[in-house]
């Protein structure tokens, strides 16, 4: 997407205030370590992970809820989707009101119902460690489902060194989960794979302007020095990647371990965000467009027989 000098540093001045609260995006499961990338070739896509098993029958699932509530990052929050440096929680892919977007909730709920029954609880720049105490928030409103987004912040930190401990990660969900079975034992999950960084660099770091943005502190771990191609580099993204495919090797089995939980199989990890779909401001979170492919892939997953 083309920038006029006076948006571009507009949006590069944002960058700079809102990195802290940037959500990264990732991967997710792999049968094993990916090759760093190149510039002649994209990550190599790793294999779809078939959706793990429950105990529940599909028909647990049949049916409509009659609410939703949202817990999760700047993701489900639409930061950047509609202004620069702004969260817009009419655009969420998960509780949105706006038509363009047909949020999971409109499609469940029907316009009409979506302001009484649908809670938007992420917070941007949250990581899992604060996730126990948003779905404690969602069990008080006793959701008949409840969406999760989370673990991308856990790795897009400023150097792979400060990444959340996969133990640490496994903990903080579970503990999560046990507080929203205490109050909602009823409630159905849906729990999102972390989309893929690796492929997110490789799409925006053939843009200049997405190329400065990121220059300015965006995920370091995984943007940092774009065009690098050395080996240094290329290990850093890696170990940035594994990292995440643990996260969701994690997400899946807690998920599974939950007769009323639904893991997406691998589905937002595997999507491709393209430039149309990422903000203008940012390249980096969904933009409307974008926030409308992964209400899509959710509805999907969770209207499953």
Known sequence: MPYGRRRFRTAAVGAVLAAAALAGCASGPTAGPVAPATASAPPRQAPKPTPPPTSAPASSWGGSPGSVAAVGDSLTRAFDACALLA?????????????????????????????????????????????????????????????VMIGANDACRPTPAGMTPVADFRRSFETAMARLRKDAPEARVY???VPDLLRLWYTGRASPA??????????????????????AAGERRAAVRERVVAYNEVLAEVCAADRLCRYDGGAVFGFRFDGSLLSPWDWFHPSRDGQARLAELAYRRITEK
Do not use: I, K
């Not at 363009?100 to 809670?119: D, E, K, P, T, Y």
């Not at 995920?219 to 940092?224: E, K, N, Q, R, Y």
């Open 191 to 193: 729990v999102a794979s």
């Open 210 to 231: 997405a190329r400065r943005v990121w220059e300015l502190g965006v995920c370091g771990a995984m943007l940092a020095d774009p065009e690098d191609l050395g080996a």
């Open 87 to 147: 969260d817009c929680p009419e655009a969420s892919w998960a509780t949105g009101t706006d038509p363009a977007v047909n949020s999971l909730a409109l499609r469940l709920l029907g316009a009409g119902r979506v302001a009484g029954n649908s809670w938007n609880l992420a917070r941007s720049g949250a990581r899992v460690a604060a996730l126990p105490e948003q779905m404690a928030r969602a069990a008080a409103e006793r959701p008949g489902l409840v969406t």
